[in-house]
């Protein structure tokens, strides 16, 4: 029991010990603390500050470098800035790095603004030379020779804005322009389609009274060769009449089913009639006569022809053109004289023919 007491106590003295070390060192931590002289103090505050705000700098001046985005390096130095305001510094180490923050604000800035100088005069050429298009559009507009080019042209005018760095003034003015342009190309166009359905429809009912006239000649006539010639007439002036697809469409169908029932009604007369020989005759007649009449009708045009190529010879020939062109020219004339001469035997040929029938005719064979 004894021997229990004694070892208890000597724990408790190594305990008081060791509590009463640590005690005595604690206070001279706060003694030398409370004592330090204040201005060893700040000054060590004011190199540590230096020093981070000099590594924040370096930092920043790194990112401004790496970077092609102007606002954003301006945005990493305004950050840099903002760590100067109530930071402790020695006077000659703010001086330093406040002098090369400048710098490099002052280099920033003026980047800024020779791009902005240079946006401003992009934008101004931009401006000028999209307006001179947009102003011949508006001309071409007015007065269009050719729709269509026309209208081609101020399609590719609107294509130019896209892409284009304008100013929203003037993106909208010169836009307005153009709109107005196209306004105009608009009215002129309602203006034509008016007119030309107009003219359109009145060409329609001269026609239509032609083909029902000539589709009932077609049903009802015997007179075969003159009904197909006032057929083929009906027909030739399709060309260059102004009709709406529909109106062409309808008008021709029925013209040619004139030609179909004359055809028809044509070969079934000859071949109830193939029998009388005179009636053969008599289209064979006919047929001779509509042959030569062709082949009259044919050599106008390629006397015609052959008058402009001569014409065309003697002016290259005059104009001293290459032999390329005279020598083309001098082909396509001998190639249709050898037509004509062609035609001309035939046509000799067919009034041989045609004598001999009516001859054959008078006699009575």
């Not at 924040?56 to 903002?82: C, F, H, M, P, W």
């Not at 710098?103 to 603004?113: M, Y």
């Not at 909208?172 to 034509?192: C, S, V, W």
């Not at 469409?249 to 004139?258: G, I, K, V």
Request: charged share 40%; net charge neutral.
């Amino acid at each position: 029991m004894i021997l229990l007491l004694l070892c208890g106590k000597k724990r408790l003295f190594r305990v008081d010990s060791i509590l009463y070390t640590k005690k005595k060192h604690l206070k001279n931590i706060t003694n030398q603390f409370l004592f330090m002289n204040p201005e060893e103090n700040s000054d060590e505050e004011k190199h540590r500050n230096y020093h981070e705000l000099k590594i924040k700098l370096e930092t920043a001046l790194d990112k401004v470098a790496k970077t092609n985005d102007l606002r954003e390096a301006k945005g990493y130095l305004i950050e840099v800035q903002s760590n100067f305001k109530g930071l402790k510094l020695q006077s000659e180490d703010r001086e330093e790095l406040y002098h090369k923050l400048q710098k490099a604000f002052e280099k920033i800035n003026n980047k800024i603004e020779e791009e902005r100088r240079a946006f401003e005069n992009e934008v101004f050429m931009n401006y000028v030379n999209l307006k001179a298009k947009v102003d011949e559009a508006v001309l071409m507009s007015g007065n269009p020779e050719n729709f269509k080019e026309t209208w081609d042209f101020l399609i590719e005018v609107q294509s130019l804005f896209k892409g284009t760095r304008l100013l929203r003034e003037h993106r909208e003015e010169i836009y307005m322009l153009l709109q107005e342009a196209f306004d105009n190309m608009k009215t002129l166009r309602e203006k034509e389609q008016s007119a030309f359905e107009k003219e359109a429809f009145t060409n329609y009912d001269r026609l239509k009274a032609l083909v029902e006239k000539g589709f009932c000649q077609a049903v009802e006539t015997n007179q075969y060769k003159e009904t197909r010639e006032f057929l083929k007439k009906i027909q030739s002036e399709f060309k260059g009449t102004r009709l709406t697809r529909e109106q062409r469409e309808e008008l021709y169908s029925r013209l040619q089913t004139a030609f179909d029932i004359l055809g028809k009604r044509l070969d079934e007369f000859f071949r109830q009639k193939k029998k009388n020989w005179e009636v053969k005759m008599q289209y064979k007649l006919t047929e001779y006569l509509t042959d030569i009449f062709d082949l009259e009708e044919s050599l106008k045009k390629d006397h015609s022809y052959l008058k402009d190529l001569e014409d065309q010879l003697d002016i290259a020939e005059s104009g001293g053109k290459g032999n390329i062109a005279t020598t083309g020219l001098k082909s396509r004339i001998t190639s249709t004289r050898e037509t004509i001469d062609r035609k001309e035997q035939q046509i000799r040929e067919l009034e041989s023919e045609l004598k001999h029938l009516k001859d054959r005719l008078e006699q009575g064979e």
